[in-house]
Structures are given as structure tokens and as C-alpha cells.
């Protein structure tokens, strides 16, 4: 079940959201945490017993922690962490290390296991948790339904914002669930939707819709980049909006995953806006136990490439993914040392195409399902003219979208939209969600392309 279907928009979540708003305070939690399970087993039944066993394991180290010596938490931290990266190495990565294996030689057959939705953000989740316990940073949880709820709770559950127990655990007591918190959670949710099925869907069909070996020219290849460049950008920021709007209805403040990525002048700037809860996940729980930036250089380095490394792996078991990451960590490296003076002292339109040239190339690596795409990328780049007539009629049928998801990528329309009164908002938001309604009711392609991760 996906937020950008009709089950979900007029069936599941209004349901969900009236009998929240009628219940006693005392089941609010409950409810949302049955709720959240119906929604995870619609789609995969038999793995929501992994994400309950999660849950109970980690509220159990938790409670275990409760006026243990050091040395007593420090081994159920340790405890933690290998049973649940154990869980995600087995069903993420069996069959990756499998194929390196085999490679040498040998002849194990894959495990060819569907990967659990949702399991790369609840397992991150649930560590956060055990690990701020050990760091006592939080309140130990108490109430395994409120656990339950943070762990399973369904708007963030497959795909983010990643949310640290720390972001909800007063909220899991005590919330604002007023009519302030519905307009403002179903402003963002609109905004989301719009984002996914209007924009997203249709800059994914035409990415779809041809190759890079079957461009005619450079400048169709450079197009179906851009156009795939905007399409995760409005999948990913979409989806993490809904979430937010979802949550922020049901009295819940999740924390902000895009911040207008493609209006960065650095790529290490890219890098505070983009899947900031990711990254903010790593840099506290990977980049500053390791050391930070606090060390020598060539340690520093390392850290750098020890969270770069897991960042690529951590999106997907395949040598392109760890390739994206290094991509990364080696811009980052030459930026920080070197560059990175340079850019703030350039005019702003110049690091910004930079950043932007950088940030394409990243996505060929990433939407690559193996190196002979990124063969064919590099092969079109060089041996395509420059321009074909094909460009003049993909301009014309597609250039006014490509206008408008440019500038929805910037902060433009939404500082313009809030400064309107409320009868205009209400009535931008109403051809907003039309829109939405109309482009899914009449197209049949709507994916969500971090549900892989």
C-alpha cells in the first residue's frame, strides 16, 4: 500500500486518522501502532514478524539497560548492534557477497531473498535507540506499545524521514493532535503528493521511456539525466513530505529530510540538504565515535571513507552503490582539502553548475543496475553529435514540465504560496491535490523508488 493511492488516500489513512481523533488518549498509541502493523502486513505478512522481533529486542535491551553497570550495557549495546546489522546483512546482502564469492570460483547457489520493506530505516532506528540508552541521551522506554509505535509508526516506517527516538519520545506521551496540527500536516501532505504523482511520475516515465544508447545526440542523453535527477529528487522529497504532513496530523513532529538540495554551490553542501536524517544518522552514530574531524588528516580521511563506503552500501547491495559512494567520498575529500575555499570565493552561478555537473554524473552510478550502464552512459556521451531533430519535438512535448519541476526544486513557489492569504492557499492547495487525484487516477505508473532500500 503506497501513500499515492486511492486505497490509501480515501480508505486507510482517513480511518485511521478519525478513530485516532475519537479515541481516549490512553489507546491513541495502541490504535496507531495496530494500524501501522495492518499497513505493513497489506504488503509483506510474513516479514512484519522481523520487525516485531526487532522491536521487542531492542525495548528488552533497553529495560535490560535499567541500573546495569557499565560493563553489563556496554555488551547489550554490542549485542544490539550484531543482532540487528546480523538481520540486515542476511536479507540485504546475503546474495551480494554470494556473487563476489562466486566469482573466485565456487558455485553457491543465491538465497534469492525479497528484502523486507522498510528494514534499512527501522533497523537504523531501533540502533539509535540502544545506542542513546548506552550514552544515556534518552529516557529508557517503558511502555512497549509506545516503543512499538516508534519503531513501526506507519507514515515513516518504509521509507523515511529517519526518526531517532529522541525526536518523538515526549511526543509518544503527550501530543498536539488540535485542528492547527491537521491544516498544517495537510498542507505538507498536498504539497507531497504533488510532488510524487504530479511531478516524479511523469519525469519517471520519461526516463523511462528510452535508453541512453537509443539517444539520438548528447543533448537527449543530458535530458533523460536531468530527468532523472528530478524524479528522485520529487520521489524521495514527496514521500518524506507526506510523511511529515502525516505525522504532523497525528501530533507528531518528524524531522525535515530535504532542505532545496538542487540550489547547493557545493557538494558538500548537497550533502546538508539531501537525506539529511541519513546523514545526520551517520555523522552522530559513525563519523564522530570514529573521531571526526578531530584527529589527523589521514585518519580523517578514513572516517570520511568508513561512512561514505556504508552510505553507498547502505543504499543498495551492488558494486555501483559502494562506486556512488566513493564517487562521493572522493569529491568530498578533494573539496575539503582543497576546494572548497575556492567555491565561496567563485561567483555563485559557476559553483553552482559545478555542483550541478557533479550531482548528474552521480546519478548515472546510482540508477545503474550494473557497470555496462554506466558503459553505455559514457559511450552515447562520446560518440552521439551534439543535437538531433528529436530534441526540438521532446522540447516541445516536454519543456514546460521541465520548467516546472526546475523551479519546484527551488524554495520559489513555496515563499511565494506562503505569502498569499489563506483563501488563496486554500485554493491552491485544493487544484494541487486535483491535480494529484487526476494524474494518478489516469496514469499507471507510480513508484517508489527508496522502497528498494
Known amino acids: 500500500m503506497v501513500f499515492s493511492s486511492i486505497l490509501f488516500l480515501f480508505y486507510f489513512f482517513p480511518i485511521v486518522f478519525i478513530v485516532n481523533k475519537l479515541l481516549p488518549k490512553k489507546y491513541k498509541n495502541l490504535w496507531l501502532f495496530f494500524a501501522s502493523m495492518f ?26 539497560m535499567v541500573g546495569a553497570s557499565e560493563k553489563k550495557k556496554k555488551l547489550i549495546l554490542i549485542n544490539s548492534i550484531v543482532v540487528n546489522l546480523g ?19 565456487f558455485g553457491i547457489k543465491p538465497l534469492n531473498l525479497a528484502l523486507p520493506l522498510g528494514i534499512s530505516f527501522y533497523t537504523f532506528q531501533t540502533l539509535s535507540y540502544t545506542i542513546d540508552c548506552y550514552r544515556g541521551r534518552v529516557n529508557i522506554a517503558d511502555n512497549i506499545v509506545d516503543f512499538g509505535l516508534f519503531v513501526t509508526s506507519f507514515p515513516q516506517l518504509i521509507a523515511g524521514p529517519i526518526v531517532k527516538y529522541i525526536d518523538v519520545e515526549k511526543e509518544l506521551k503527550e501530543r498536539d493532535d488540535s485542528l492547527h496540527s491537521y491544516n498544517e500536516g495537510m498542507k505538507i501532505f498536498i504539497e507531497g503528493l504533488f510532488l510524487k504523482v504530479f511531478l516524479a511520475n511523469k519525469f519517471g516515465e520519461i526516463f523511462n521511456s528510452f535508453t541512453f544508447a537509443d539517444a539520438s545526440s548528447k543533448t537527449l542523453v543530458f535530458l533523460k539525466l536531468v530527468a532523472y535527477s528530478l524524479q528522485i529528487y520529487f520521489d524521495f522529497a514527496g514521500y518524506s513530505k507526506m510523511a511529515i504532513g502525516m505525522g504532523r496530523m497525528l501530533g507528531f513532529h518528524f524531522p525535515e529530510n530535504f532542505n532545496y538540495p538542487y540550489i547547493s554551490k557545493s557538494i558538500t553542501e548537497f550533502w546538508s540538504r539531501w537525506h539529511m536524517t541519513l546523514s545526520s544518522w551517520f555523522k552522530e552514530y559513525v563519523y564522530i565515535p570514529l573521531g571526526g574531524n578531530r584527529v589527523g588528516k589521514a585518519r580523517h580521511i578514513f572516517n570520511i571513507f568508513v561512512v561514505w563506503f556504508l552510505t553507498g552500501f547502505w543504499h543498495g547491495a551492488d558494486y555501483n552503490f559502494i562506486l556512488w559512494g566513493m564517487y562521493f567520498f572522493v569529491v568530498l575529500i578533494l573539496e575539503k582539502y582543497f576546494f572548497l575555499k575556492i567555491l565561496e570565493k567563485m561567483p555563485k552561478f559557476i559553483s ?16 545503474s543496475t550494473d557497470l555496462k550502464d554506466i558503459g553505455a552512459f559514457f559511450s552515447s556521451l562520446s560518440s552521439k553529435p551534439f543535437f538531433s531533430g528529436e530534441v526540438i519535438s521532446f522540447l516541445l512535448q516536454y519543456g514546460i514540465l521541465f520548467i516546472i519541476g526546475i523551479l519546484f526544486s527551488t524554495p520559489r513557489p513555496k515563499k511565494l504560496f506562503e505569502k498569499q492569504k489563506e483563501s488563496i492557499q486554500i485554493a491552491v492547495l485544493t487544484i494541487a491535490f486535483l491535480l494529484s487525484l487526476a494524474a494518478l487516477v489516469a496514469g499507471n505508473y507510480n513508484p517508489f523508488l527508496y522502497f528498494r532500500f
Open 352 to 367: 553552482h553548475i559545478y555542483t550541478m555537473v557533479i550531482i548528474l554524473f552521480s546519478w548515472v552510478l546510482f540508477t
Open 87 to 105: 538481520i540486515l546483512f542476511f536479507f540485504k546482502y546475503s546474495d551480494f557477497f554470494i556473487k563476489v564469492v562466486n566469482e573466485f570460483g
Open 39 to 64: 499497513f505493513y502486513a497489506w504488503g509483506e505478512p510474513i516479514y512484519i514478524l522481523i520487525m516485531l522481533f526487532s522491536t521487542f529486542f531492542d525495548y528488552t535491551n533497553g529495560r535490560l
